[in-house]
């Protein structure tokens, strides 16, 4: 048995990797900065799921909830940074009213959560799994923003990977391309400006095409991602369905195709020597 401790339980795949942990038995700390939109999901589990609100942006909110976490369970196994949303626009048409708060839940929310959550996880190791995206693995036009917002995360949790291993720790970072949940539904925000200049690279048809019509299947992923967590030979990155494998290929093939051609010029830059 594990013990789980879930940011952003509310919707998508925090609330349904909460309920698969404590289907099968697990005990789950469910967090969501609105404690009354997952109090009744909790209902079933009594006294192996509590609930508690944190707002991840809160540093304080953050220590509670893991002290919380100690006083009913003695601790917990596994930190899963779900918590997070999404914004579409071209770079120009974003303003820092619209991306400064974007970054602070999803990057230094992140942080914040991991740092309260270590003394706890050191003790007796432990999984840190970390809720990326296909958007955490390549750039595209019209996200940079919650690209950037990812690809920061994605540091974060491969220097983490680096620092916990010594104690035990392991560190999972989950990339989903697009699965059915609500996610582009209450979970993005467009950018209010919208400039005809960018018209060719926006995003603001794809939340209404695509919302509800997602190829993947999250409770697949869920058992992806409890399939791993559970697994000795757990990859660092874990890219989920077809798409976010389309995506990491072609950023990879890329990335191969720029080192080798300016192979022999790049790497001529180290001083003469003698």
Sequence with gaps: MKTWLITGC???FGQRLALAAAQRGDQVIATARNVKSIEEMAAPFAGRMITLPLDVTDAAAARSAVNKA???????DVLVNNAGYGLYGAIEEGTPEEYRPMFEVNVFGLIETTRAALPVLRRKGGTIVTMSSGAGIAGGGGGGYYNAAKFAVEGISE???GELEPFGIRVLIVEPGPFR???LG???IMAAQEMPDYAASSRKHYRETNDGNQAGDPDKAIAVILQAVDADDAPLHLPLGPIA??????KLAAFRRDIDAWRDIS???DFDRP
Excluded at 70 to 76: A, Q
Excluded at 245 to 250: F, L, Q, T
């Design 267 to 269: 790497i001529a830059t």
């Design 159 to 161: 220097a983490l990977a």
């Design 181 to 183: 949940t609500d996610f």
């Design 186 to 188: 209450r979970s993005i």
């Design 10 to 12: 509310s919707s998508g």
């Design 70 to 76: 100690v006083e009913t369970f003695g601790g917990f």
């Design 245 to 250: 494998h389309a995506i990491a290929e072609r």
